[in-house]
């Protein structure tokens, strides 16, 4: 009963993403940041790889899966909805997991597309297709990631722009906070280098496959998934 509740949220969620600008207008925006950096730096360096359009999407889907997750659960407290939802057969655990499903389908539908410049770059030259899974393969880790941060911040507020700037805050620091690390503390240093989600994202990209990152985006995800359920249950 409880997958199938969860179901029905996803479906329903998945349903208000696509009768929504908004959404439309988000896809768009990633489309063309992800289709200028790659076609610009591609002509520029002449290699028939994707390794700079993978280094660049951390920083892009920072910023992307914000703005998708910002308002499932900050438009429901405005609106009251949220309370009408409760009056249903269903747990916070349900409403969570169905709202994480549909964002996460949602951000892999949006990326979708990009599947076409590895085929574009294959008619011009000889890729490697083995370093292409493994970036997409991380790239659907980090965004299970950042869709979890997304939801938590969401819950945290009634305000999308609030909850967007959270998102987006809390998004940015796991992505670049290791190009930072030169400001902080020395004995700090290992755990912000273990905490910045680039560096698990590229050593997947690059085709290594660690189980320790792999169990870095599980454990951080759930992790973020639990503080949001203990937000939307205390709300409850």
């Known amino acids: 009963m409880r997958v199938k509740a969860s179901l029905r949220i996803m479906r329903r969620e998945l349903g208000f993403y696509f009768v929504s600008p908004i959404a439309y207008i988000v896809i768009v925006v990633f489309l063309i940041a992800t289709g200028w950096f790659f076609f610009s730096v591609f002509f520029l360096n002449g290699r028939a790889d994707l390794r700079e359009f993978f280094f660049a999407l951390p920083l892009i889907l920072a910023f992307v899966v914000p703005a998708v997750t910002m308002r499932l659960f900050s438009e429901e407290f405005s609106s009251g909805s949220y309370e009408t939802l409760l009056t249903f057969p269903v747990s916070t655990i349900d409403i969570l997991t169905g709202k994480f499903m549909a964002a996460l389908i949602f951000c892999l539908l949006m990326l ?39 939801l938590f911040a969401s819950a945290l507020t009634k305000n999308q722009i609030v909850a967007f700037i959270i998102g987006a805050a809390l998004c940015v620091f796991l992505t670049q906070v290791h190009r930072a690390l030169f400001l902080i503390p020395a004995f700090l240093t290992g755990l912000f280098h273990f905490l910045a989600a680039s560096t698990h994202f590229n050593n997947i990209a690059k085709g290594v496959l660690d189980s320790r990152d792999l169990l870095y985006f599980v454990s951080l995800g759930f992790l973020a998934l639990y503080f949001s359920n203990l937000v939307i249950a205390n709300k409850r």
Do not use: M, N
């Open 112 to 150: 979708l597309p990009t599947v076409s410049y590895s085929i574009f770059v294959s008619t011009l030259g000889e890729l490697d297709w083995g370093p292409v899974a493994a970036g997409y393969l991380g790239t659907v880790f980090l965004i299970g990631l950042l869709s979890a941060v997304g």
